[in-house]
């Protein structure tokens, strides 16, 4: 019965194959363009033409014709090679457009083994080619991800050293002395370089950061003194509309997007110019985010009257890597951490430029409902002092290490301290201490900091800790989801803020 079957089923498809139409329906339905080319390039046949061409007009022509110089000068050495050698070739073409193409170019011999003809299949690459570039970019960016962080976690020590030798310095120091003051211009020269470990560790992260509540028009104004300053000669005006109002976003990251975007302005300018920075409120019916919010959203517009973005590079701005700076001038990713970050919020970016005329950059965000905006506690100016405590501090950098001991030391805290849990734990064996804070980095060499707090609190169940870190809270909290009598400081911080920490536990801890 099987054989029955088989052998009919057979015999209809070798007559089937027999027809020429089988062909012609294969070959004209197939993902590829398949062309029969003699030795000089001139197409004799053809299965399929791009929209723009008719099959009829092609025939006769040459390959030449539809590739770039270059690639046309490869397609026809390889079609020479083919006929030399009868054997087939494959190469890669990028064709004008921005698109990718292979051509496999076999050989055609007739009954004497010489090669009469080629068979040339075209596969589209391009998609292919931008999905590899955007593994590579992720890659990449992966790559300077993990240095970028590694390499603001060892900056955030520096400026804690820094800042927090200083404000000893300050407390020693004679108030309204030129030693005073030289201290309080280093101290605010640490507080702003807070913001380039920011960029560094945005790097890092691809979420949105630590989101509140916040007043847009407040967290532009709080950088327009370091806006001045970036910006040199520069005219810099705010247009800030009271109707602006507020939006879900970390604080720290808008500012970056305002930073990079004045920045990207700058360079745009180097004869000077001028940069406006515009907010206000967008009601729904006119939102360009299809969210369905019925507040609407906010706008932030950075304007610029500089050189301009070329019509023909103007899709690939946001791409990593891309930029049109000379070599050692940029890096290609100010533009996309901005796109990131502003997508990350919910938001969209779009941008309109004339070259000649400048460039405006305008970001869009969901409006939150209006209601009091949440404000980014200050930190303390003075040292809030706690009751005497036993503190173990468990730090791997010594230079912070040497700081809290020496300050903890002087308020008149008992201060045992270690560079990694194991240290820690053994201390603890030896001195039989009972702590009554921890004070610990996150990251250690070995067992974290979050998991010592873990073990030591089974055997002292009301110790309490304050964790540092270079890091944002938004990750700590998954990290540390329910443990009780727990603080974060991100480093670097200042003295009073880890004073104020302590003050607090130790409050609750009598309580």
């Known amino acids: 019965m099987k054989d029955d079957l088989i052998i009919p089923a057979t015999k209809s498809l070798h007559k089937l194959l027999e027809s020429e139409s089988i062909f012609r329906i294969l070959i004209e339905n197939s993902p590829d363009y398949v062309m029969l080319v003699t030795e000089d390039g001139t197409i004799q046949f053809i299965s399929r033409t791009l929209p723009q061409f008719k099959p009829e007009d092609v025939i006769g022509t040459n390959v030449a014709d539809y590739l770039s110089k270059e690639d046309a000068r490869k397609e026809l050495a390889a079609i020479k090679e083919v006929f030399e050698t009868g054997k087939p070739r494959v190469i890669e073409l990028s064709s004008v457009g921005n698109t990718y193409w292979q051509s496999r170019i076999h050989p055609l011999t007739d009954s004497d083994g010489s090669v009469v003809a080629v068979m040339i299949i075209s596969t589209d690459l391009t998609e292919q080619k931008r999905l590899e570039k955007r593994l590579k970019q992720s890659q990449q960016l992966e790559a300077i991800g993990l240095l970028a962080g590694s390499v603001a976690h060892d900056f955030n020590n520096l400026l804690g050293a820094i800042s927090g030798y200083t404000e000893l310095a300050l407390k020693h120091a004679e108030p309204g002395s030129s030693v005073a003051d030289y201290l309080g211009h280093i101290k605010e020269a640490t507080s702003l370089s807070k913001s380039i470990t920011g960029q560094l560790l945005s790097l890092s992260r691809k979420d ?267 990750w700590l909290d998954s990290q540390i989801k329910g443990e009780p009598d727990t603080a974060f400081i991100q480093k670097p911080f200042s003295l009073a803020k880890l004073s104020e920490e302590l003050t607090k536990l130790s409050d609750h801890s009598e309580q």
């Open 208 to 474: 949105g950061g630590e989101k509140k509540l916040i007043n847009l028009n407040e967290s532009v104004r709080a950088i327009s003194e370091l806006l001045r300053m970036l910006l040199g000669e520069i005219e810099l005006t705010l247009n800030l509309s009271s109707e602006t109002g507020c939006i879900y976003a970390d604080s720290s990251r808008i500012q970056q997007v305002v930073l990079n975007l004045a920045v990207n302005a700058r360079d745009a300018m180097p004869a000077g110019g001028k940069l406006n920075i515009t907010t206000d409120r967008i009601e729904t019916a006119k939102s360009p985010l299809q969210n369905g919010n019925s507040d609407g959203c906010v706008l932030l517009e950075i304007q610029d009257n500089g050189e301009g973005i070329p019509d023909g590079i103007q899709d690939k701005i946001f791409e990593p890597f891309f930029t049109t700076k000379q070599s050692g001038k940029g890096t290609g990713l100010g533009l996309s951490i901005v796109k990131e970050i502003v997508e990350a919020h919910g938001g969209r970016i779009s941008v309109t430029s004339r070259p000649g005329q400048g460039t405006t950059f305008s970001c869009y965000f969901p409006a939150a409902k209006a209601q009091a905006a949440e404000t980014d506690p200050k930190e303390p100016d003075e040292l809030s002092r706690s009751r005497a405590l036993s503190i173990l501090v468990v730090e791997d950098n010594e230079m912070i290490q040497m700081l809290l001991e020496e300050y903890l030391s002087d308020e008149g805290h008992a201060v045992f301290t270690a560079k990694s849990s194991e240290e820690a734990l053994k201390l603890i064996d030896e001195k039989n201490f009972h702590a009554d804070i921890l004070v610990s980095d996150i990251l250690l060499p070995g067992i974290s900091g979050i998991e010592l707090y873990r073990l030591l609190k089974q055997r002292t169940p009301k110790l309490a800790a304050v964790f540092m870190s270079g890091d944002s809270r938004t």
